[in-house]
């Protein structure tokens, strides 16, 4: 067990948004959670990271090293590629292979004005590998990419867990998504937010126009607008 | 080009209106005024009174510096210090000239440390205000990414901090260095020992007025240059930052 969270509550004043929530992640899943917007999801990996206080509730963490990949790449504008990882990380032998492993090599001595918003999102994948997490959070990290993008980095980041293994915690609106990252999802409700459902994924899908893809792809879209 | 040009409209304007008015008590012509500067520029005390004016300008910008960005820095980051802090600095951005005039020459009577002492006074409020403006308007988000990571606070400062103030600490010298020598000057003329502030109370004492204008003109190429200076400076700076 990397993650346990039991009877987790977080109200904002009178608004509850976190309705009793008890999940555990093992190490080295990857769980998605599924939910609309505003159901409290990116609240949720906030709290994991401490970023907020829960209102109730426990979580126990097993983790040493996080990661995370935020919504928008909060990168420092006004350092290159490199400069903002060494922020992170001072080993100069890390980064490079970082840099290789997200494709990001080439690009080390531009500024994030210089380069497109996928290679943003591979930055900010790359300041999470650079700390060698053993607990990556992802919080809708490819909301705001075309998908053409969004396939090609879900894909090098699949190869790359493939490589390293570390456990994931994603959350997302996007069904495609979850279903092609997650080994669990969960789905959520509206708010205030409860879990209400568990699926695991058992097959290879790495083909998102695959027969079994698609049809887990409309389960779980049919449960969601019930 | 163009700037030859501005300056031809200018000085041409110039010469106009004092041939119209025709009086050289209120408006000497451009060449009265250019010969009474060749006059002074002539005069080697011209020089010393220069370097004391140029070197109480740099103090003053070195103590808005010194003072001013640290103190805006901290105020910047906690309500509890800046309300603290907040009465004294508007105060201070209150009180007239005239005032600390009296105290500084009650205290020291005439010399460099009275115009010093004015002059950082004066300048020291906006440049506070300006620095906690910048530190309130630090990226949240960028904030939030370095303790998720657990940057240490030294590489944050640097980081993060000095990056996003620096268009404010550029805003500061930029102000600092347009208005350092004419509150220089006039505190200059009203209690100073030397200095081109100096230089005018005297030729106003005399009535010299194309010399008057001579020593204004002085001061303008003194903050032009400076700007000029400054911005270079800060040019190379800020490129550092990727800015």
Redesign the interface.
């Known amino acids: 067990m990397i993650l346990k969270v039991e009877g987790l509550v977080k109200s904002f004043g009178n608004f509850e948004v976190i309705h009793h929530w008890n999940l555990t992640v093992e190490e080295g899943e990857k769980v998605v959670l599924l939910g609309p917007s505003g159901c409290g999801k990116t609240t949720f990996l906030r709290i994991i990271a401490g970023l907020e206080k829960p209102t109730e509730g426990k979580i126990e963490i097993g983790f040493e090293r996080l990661g995370f990949v935020f919504q928008e790449p909060r990168l420092i504008p006004w350092k290159t590629v490199r400069d903002n990882l060494r922020l992170i990380e001072e080993d100069e032998g890390k980064i490079k292979t970082i840099l290789e492993l997200v494709k990001l090599n080439g690009f080390e001595d531009h500024f994030p004005s210089q380069i497109s918003g996928g290679m943003k999102q591979r930055l900010n994948l790359a300041r999470a590998m650079v700390v060698d997490p053993d607990f990556m959070i992802l919080d809708e990290p490819f909301t705001s990419l075309d998908i053409k993008v969004k396939m090609e980095i879900m894909e090098d980041l699949m190869e790359i867990w493939e490589k390293r293994r570390f456990t994931m915690l994603m959350v997302t609106h996007d069904v495609k998504e979850a279903v092609y990252m997650g080994d669990r999802i969960l789905i959520l409700s509206k708010i205030p937010s409860k879990i209400l459902r568990e699926i695991r994924i058992n097959f290879i899908r790495r083909d998102i126009t695959n027969r079994d893809f698609l049809g887990m792809e409309s389960r779980i879209l049919r449960f969601m607008l019930e | 080009m163009r700037i030859l040009l501005g300056l031809l409209i200018f000085f041409g304007s110039w010469l106009i209106l004092s041939m119209m008015l025709s009086q050289s008590l209120i408006l000497p012509t451009p060449m009265e005024t250019f010969s009474a500067l060749v006059e002074i520029l002539r005069d080697s005390t011209t020089y010393s009174a220069m370097l004391s004016t140029i070197a109480k300008g740099f103090m003053i910008l070195g103590l808005i510096i010194a003072v001013g960005l640290p103190v805006g820095f901290v105020m910047g980051l906690s309500d509890k210090i800046y309300e603290l802090l907040r009465p004294t600095v508007m105060i201070i951005q209150s009180v007239p000239v005239i005032s600390w005039l009296a105290l500084v020459i009650f205290m020291w009577g005439i010399g460099w440390k009275g115009p010093v002492l004015i002059g950082f006074l004066s300048l020291l409020p906006i440049s506070i205000f300006t620095i906690v403006e910048g530190v309130r308007s630090i990226d949240r ?2 904030l ?6 657990r ?1 240490p606070k030294i ?1 944050v400062f640097k ?2 901090y000095i ?1 996003s103030l ?1 268009p404010f600490i550029k805003a500061v010298v930029d102000v600092s260095v347009g208005n350092v020598w004419k509150t220089v000057l006039v505190t200059e003329f009203l209690c100073g020992d030397r200095g081109l502030g100096v230089m005018i109370s005297w030729a106003r004492q005399y009535v010299d007025v194309p010399r008057i204008y001579a020593i204004t003109l002085m001061a303008v190429g003194l903050g032009i240059g400076t700007e000029r200076i400054a911005k270079k400076l800060m040019s190379l700076t800020t490129r550092r ?3």
């Open positions: 988000d960028l939030e990414m370095v303790k998720v990571y940057v590489k980081y993060v990056g620096i930052w990727g800015m």
